[in-house]
C-alpha cells in the first residue's frame, strides 16, 4: 500500500492560513486549484469559487468527495498555531483538515479503483441560499453525477451515516395589550408562551435506531423575543423553535409531531409556523462503496446527528455518509484544532477505500 | 353652593387640541399660564413648562392640586371630536379632563376653605428622570409646600387612595452555547428560563386590605429576549418582571419577596437585579383634607392600583390621594375618552372639599 509522505499537519495550516470566512472564498479557491492542475490525470473546473476535480479512468463507479471551503467568522483564532502534533485555528476541525486529506488524496492516487470526483465548495456556513453545492447543481449538474458521495465533515475518523433533517418553527402566542397595573384588562402574550417553552424544555428526547446507527433528535428554542413597554403587557410572544430529527422522519413528519405536541398549548390567533426545513438523509450502508467505507475505517459507525450536505446527495439519489479528520463538537469554538494522528488516519482509511 | 358654568367638555376639547406629547408641553403649558394669570387672587409662578398657582389667604392648611401636562404620543387619536356629551382623543382622560376642571376650580373660588396651590407639570409619562415635580421639588421646593396633596389622574369620580408601588426586575439566566444538534455539550438558558416564567405566570396574586382600600398586586412578564443564532443554543435568557406591590410593603419587602419566590430556581452566574422602583404610598384617610375629600366624593373609595404621583407627595410627608374625572382603564389607549358628567362630578366634589 502506497503512503503518502505529506505533512498533513503543515497543509492544514497552510489552508488555515488563508481566511475564507463565507462569501470570501476566492483566494482559497486559488491555492486549492493550484494543487490539484498539477496531477495530470485530474480533470480541474473552476465554478465561480467552486473547484471540482475528476478522474476520467471508465471505472464502472464514481465516488464523490466533498468539502466546503469556507468557515464560520473569526473567534480570535484566525491565526494558526502548532504545538507537538496539534494544530489550532479557525477551521482547522472544520473542515480544513479534510480538505488537506482530500488534496493530498487527489495529488497521490493516479489510478483509483473507482473514478473520484473532488468537490470544493462555497458557503456551506451560512443561509442555503449561497451554497455551493446549489449553484453547481444547477449550473454543472454533470460535474455531481456519482455512484456514492463522502461529505468530509468532521467525524473524528468514525463513518457518520445518513443525517438528522432539521425544522425551524416560528410559534407566536398572541395577547392583548393591557397596563400592567390592569392585567385582567388584557391577556399576556408572554406568560401564555410559559408552557409552550416548558413542554419544549422538558421534552423528552427520541431516539431511533436504523441499520445500526443511532440517531438521537433535539428540539431547542433558540430565540424568543417579548415586549412593548416595561408597563404593557406584551401583545405577541414569539418563539423560534430548532428541532433535529431522526431520518425515519421526513419534514413532513417531523412538523406533524411537532404542530402535535404544541396544538393543545395554541387557540385562534396564535401561530405555529415552519420557517425553513432541510430533510434528513437514511444511512445508505447498503451501497457497496459506502459499505466499504465501513470496512475500510474498521467498523467504526454511528449516525450522524448534525446536518450535512450528504442530505443535498441523497436527496438527488447519491447515497452518502460523513468520514473526515478532526472533532466536530469542537467545530465553530474558538479552540477548534485537529490533530496529525486524526489527518493521517482519515487520509489512511480513504486511501484503502479507493485502493492505494 | 356656587357652580361652574364653564362647559367642561368643550374646555377639555380645547386642551387635547394642543398637542403635548412630553417634552413638547410648551404650548399647553402657555394656555394654562394665560387662564391662570387673569385670576387676581392666584399668584402664577413658570418654571421650565411648569406652572404653578397659588392662593395666599393665610388659612391654616394648603392643599395641592396635581395634574401633569403631557401625554403618551398619539394612537391616530389627536383631534378631539365630540358626540354628544363624550369626547374622544388623545389625553382627555389621561389627564386634560383633569386639568379643565383643575383650571376652572382654580378660575371660580377666589375663597376657598383652605390655600390650594394647583401644579401643572411636565413628563409625567416618560423616564422619572425628566419629571417636572422632581424639578420643581430641586429648584423650587416652596411651591410644593402642603398640607395635604389630590393628584387629579382618571379615578372616574372614586377617590383611590394611596398607589401601589413598582419593581422592576431583571432576571438574566446563565448557559453555554453548543451547536443545537448537540445539546448535551452546552447548557440552554432559554430552557432554563422556563420554570422562572411559569412561577410568573402562575403567581398566585396577592391582594391585601390596608384602610378599608383593597390593593391587588400584579406580577408580569413585560419583555424577554434570548437567542444568538438559529442552530446554537442561546447562552444568555433576560426576562424583565414589573411588579406593582400593595402599600403594606416597602421597595425593600417587595424586592425581597421576588428574591425569594425566584431564588430557588437561580444558580451561579444567573442575575437577579432591580433594574428600577417607585415607593409605594398607604391611603392617608386619617388626614381631614383626605377625609373630607372621601366624604365629598360620597363615600366612593377604593385602592390605587396604578403607580401616580401620590408616592412623590407621600415620600415627601405629604398625604395624597388620587382623584380626578375618567376612566383610569382607558389611559393609553386609542379610545381614550371623558364624559360631561364625569367632569362635572369631579368639579362638583372638589368644588364641595374647597367650601365652593
Known amino acids: 500500500m502506497a503512503r503518502t509522505t505529506t505533512d498533513l499537519l503543515a497543509a492544514t495550516a497552510e489552508l488555515v492560513a488563508i481566511p475564507s470566512v463565507s462569501k470570501h472564498e476566492h483566494l482559497i479557491a486559488d491555492h486549492v486549484q493550484a494543487a490539484l492542475r498539477r496531477q495530470s490525470w485530474l480533470e480541474t473546473v473552476r465554478v465561480g469559487d467552486n473547484v471540482v476535480a475528476r478522474t476520467a479512468l471508465g471505472r464502472p463507479s464514481r465516488l464523490v468527495l466533498a468539502g466546503h471551503l469556507d468557515t464560520v467568522p473569526p473567534k480570535d483564532n484566525e491565526v494558526p498555531k502548532i504545538e ?19 488534496v493530498d488524496l487527489a495529488a497521490s492516487v493516479p489510478e483509483p479503483r473507482c473514478d473520484l470526483t473532488f468537490v470544493f465548495y462555497v458557503a456551506e456556513e451560512i443561509s442555503r441560499a449561497y451554497s455551493g453545492l446549489l449553484a453547481l447543481s444547477e449550473t454543472r449538474p454533470d460535474l455531481l ?8 465533515e468532521p467525524t473524528n475518523g468514525t463513518v457518520e451515516a445518513g443525517c438528522q433533517g432539521v425544522l425551524k418553527v416560528e410559534i ?11 392585567p385582567w384588562a388584557g391577556r399576556n402574550a408572554l406568560h401564555r408562551l410559559a408552557p409552550v417553552l416548558t413542554a419544549v424544555a422538558d421534552w423528552p428526547g427520541r431516539s431511533v435506531e436504523i441499520d445500526g446507527c443511532r440517531y438521537r433528535e433535539s428540539l431547542q428554542a ?8 416595561s408597563n404593557v403587557l406584551p401583545d405577541k410572544a414569539v418563539m423560534e423553535l430548532n428541532y433535529r430529527f431522526a431520518p ?8 406533524a409531531r411537532l404542530r402535535a405536541l404544541f396544538d393543545p398549548l395554541l387557540t385562534d390567533g396564535d401561530v405555529f409556523r415552519v420557517t425553513d ?3 434528513s438523509a437514511r444511512p445508505a450502508l447498503d451501497h457497496p462503496l459506502l459499505g466499504a467505507l465501513v470496512k475500510a475505517a474498521d467498523g467504526s459507525l454511528s449516525g450522524k446527528l448534525g446536518w450535512t450536505d450528504v442530505a443535498f446527495f441523497a436527496e438527488r439519489g447519491v447515497p452518502a455518509a460523513n468520514f473526515g479528520p478532526g472533532d466536530p463538537e469542537l467545530a465553530h469554538t474558538a479552540d477548534e484544532k485537529v490533530t496529525r494522528s486524526s489527518l493521517e488516519r482519515a487520509r489512511v482509511v480513504l486511501g484503502r477505500l479507493v485502493g492505494e
Chains 1, 2 share one sequence.
Open 145 to 152: 453525477e456519482a455512484t456514492a458521495a463522502i461529505v468530509c
Open 84 to 102: 507537538g502534533e496539534t494544530l489550532w485555528g479557525l477551521g482547522s476541525a472544520d473542515m480544513k483538515g479534510g480538505l488537506a486529506v482530500m
Open 222 to 229: 433558540v430565540a424568543l423575543t417579548a415586549g412593548v413597554a
Open 248 to 255: 425515519d422522519q421526513d419534514e413532513i413528519a417531523a412538523a
Open 277 to 279: 426545513s432541510a430533510p
Open 172 to 182: 407566536a402566542m398572541a395577547g392583548d395589550r393591557a397596563h400592567v397595573a390592569r
